[in-house]
């Protein structure tokens, strides 16, 4: 198979690089939740060296909710070995412990960065990167009579938002952020249907979300592929690696012609 009919990228670690975003939002909304009855200020530096903490475990948040509870943990003290090992089991109660909810670290999350945006839409902009070559090969693709989507857990208007600044005019209808509120599996799954196609092909960053995929007995024929240059740990690589399944991409690949991404 040498060319997909259907191609879905995800957005974070694969198209944009967020990292400096990512930990600015979550140290704003970290402190809301759990230093609400400091005094704070907007412009407040965080503790020298947390964000240099923050970006190598990136890999381990899955949605936006865990970001500040992973400022939380790194601020109470918690290894970088030991979060990786233990993220899953350790995020909630982090959350418990302060009687919070998921639910109110993800309005914190969401309403920091809409404040963020409304005030400072250039500044917020400023922080993102997209990854070499990605924005060209997008275009590249969507000129072709191939439908290309975007699934993401991050918000379709930040994604529209981004696009549009970086001189992208991806079809607002294409992008499926996290409103469309199902796992990225149901959404490979409701594609095919549409489309009514076998080839499709889902470029991710996280290996978890690919072996989501992967497990689903009607999406055998999906061509999964682990975008090595974003948000995942060498373990995940080295799975990846061993996964006949899955196929490591890096940028180079990606940028060349689809019969060179194997």
């Known amino acids: 198979m040498t060319s997909p009919d259907l191609i ?4 974070d670690g694969v198209i944009c690089d967020g990292l400096m975003e990512y930990f600015q939002t979550a140290w704003r909304a970290y402190c809301q939740l759990f230093t609400p009855n400091e005094p704070t200020d907007e412009a407040a530096q965080p503790p020298a060296g947390l964000a240099e903490q923050f970006y190598p475990l990136r890999p381990v948040i899955e949605t ?12 109470q003290g918690a290894s970088s070995a030991q979060i990786i090992e233990q993220w899953p089991q350790m995020a909630l109660p982090y959350l418990a412990v302060a009687g919070l909810s998921k639910a109110q670290s993800v309005q914190a999350l969401d309403g920091v960065r809409d404040v963020w945006i409304q005030q400072d839409l250039a500044g917020w902009l400023g922080l993102h990167r997209f990854y ?18 975007i699934a993401s857990t991050k918000e379709g208007r930040f994604i529209q938002a981004l696009l549009a600044q970086s001189g992208l005019d991806f079809p607002t209808e294409r992008i499926l952020g996290k409103e469309v509120k199902r796992p990225k599996y149901e959404t490979l799954r409701q ?3 549409i489309y009514a196609v076998t080839h499709i092909w889902f470029i ?24 090595d240059w974003g948000y ?17 991409l890096s940028l180079e690949q990606i940028v060349q012609k689809f019969d060179q991404w194997f």
């Open 8 to 11: 879905v990228f995800d957005f």
């Open 64 to 75: 936006g909710w865990e970001m500040p509870v992973l400022i939380q943990a790194l601020v």
């Open 132 to 149: 070499p070559g990605l924005i060209e090969r997008l275009k590249e693709l969507l000129a072709l009579d191939l439908p290309v989507y």
């Open 191 to 193: 594609l095919k249907a």
């Open 204 to 227: 991710e960053d996280r290996l978890p979300a690919l072996v989501g995929v992967a497990e689903q007995d009607d999406l055998s024929d999906v061509q999964l592929f682990l975008a």
């Open 232 to 248: 995942n740990l060498e373990s995940d690589r080295a799975i990846a690696a061993q996964d006949p399944r899955i196929h490591l």
